[in-house]
T-cell receptor
Framework: SQKIEQNSEALNIQEGKTATLTCNYT??????LQWYRQDPGRGPVFLLL?????KEKRKERLKVTFDTTLKQSLFHITASQPADSATYLC????????????FGKGTTLSVSS | GAVVSQHPSRVICKSGTSVKIECRSL??????MFWYRQFPKQSLMLMAT?????????EQGVEKDKFLINHASLTLSTLTVTSAHPEDSSFYIC?????????????FGPGTRLTVL
């Protein structure tokens, strides 16, 4: 069965540094890979989507890479701020109507000032 | 951006009662809605997929008679937890996906915290 792993449950960094989160998957061929932010007691909020034929995608301080050979995505937050503290989820997406996302457990990022 | 609402946001009920959770897509037509459940420090686990006007497809291990899903319109899906028990206490999240397109993504509701006493 498909498996999706996010490298660590928790990541603590100092304000201003770059946070790098890892997502690895097996037994799956996603058309897209998506990253979400989830705050405690809230639903996930969409951040970025990257397609299988894209290597990198950027949005403001966020950058996502996607390596379908390694079956890995890296999610970077540059110049991190305490407000970036949250749980970040990666999700696999077949990109077909009617199919659901498959989520990793998430990495909880804490940015200290 | 697209908005999905859920109601109620929080519910506390006694064991044995039924609870209905509504999920609405506010500014787009959701051909497919998904229901997830999330336990503390765990991933979102897909419970069922529902397409408007047809029966929901449940994931393995999810009892369809216990978790009744109705997707009566393109903007509304409901999840009813029947005869709820304490082990059903969880965070229930719905999401909606619009009609197909390369950039079509899922939009999530804010979630419903169910506590069964």
């Amino acid at each position: 069965s498909q498996k999706i792993e996010q490298n660590s449950e928790a990541l603590n960094i100092q304000e201003g540094k770059t946070a790098t989160l890892t997502c690895n998957y097996t037994n799956y061929s996603p058309a897209y890979l998506q990253w979400y932010r989830q705050d405690p007691g809230r639903g996930p909020v969409f951040l970025l989507l990257i397609r299988e034929n894209e290597k990198e995608k950027r949005k403001e301080r966020l950058k996502v890479t996607f390596d379908t050979t390694l079956k890995q995505s890296l999610f970077h937050i540059t110049a991190s701020q305490p407000a970036d503290s949250a749980t970040y989820l990666c999700a696999l997406d077949k990109g077909q109507a009617g199919t659901a996302l498959i989520f990793g457990k998430g990495t909880t990022l804490s940015v200290s000032s | 951006g697209a908005v999905v609402s859920q109601h109620p946001s929080r519910v506390i009920c006694k064991s044995g009662t039924s609870v209905k959770i509504e999920c609405r897509s506010l500014d787009f037509q959701a051909t497919t809605m998904f229901w997830y459940r999330q336990f503390p420090k765990q991933s979102l686990m897909l419970m069922a997929t529902s397409n408007e006007g047809s029966k929901a497809t449940y994931e393995q291990g999810v009892e369809k008679d216990k978790f009744l899903i109705n997707h009566a319109s393109l903007t509304l899906s409901t999840l009813t937890v029947t005869s709820a028990h304490p082990e059903d206490s969880s965070f229930y999240i719905c999401s909606a996906r619009g009609k197909g397109g390369v950039w079509d993504t899922q939009y999530f509701g804010p979630g419903t915290r169910l506590t069964v006493l």
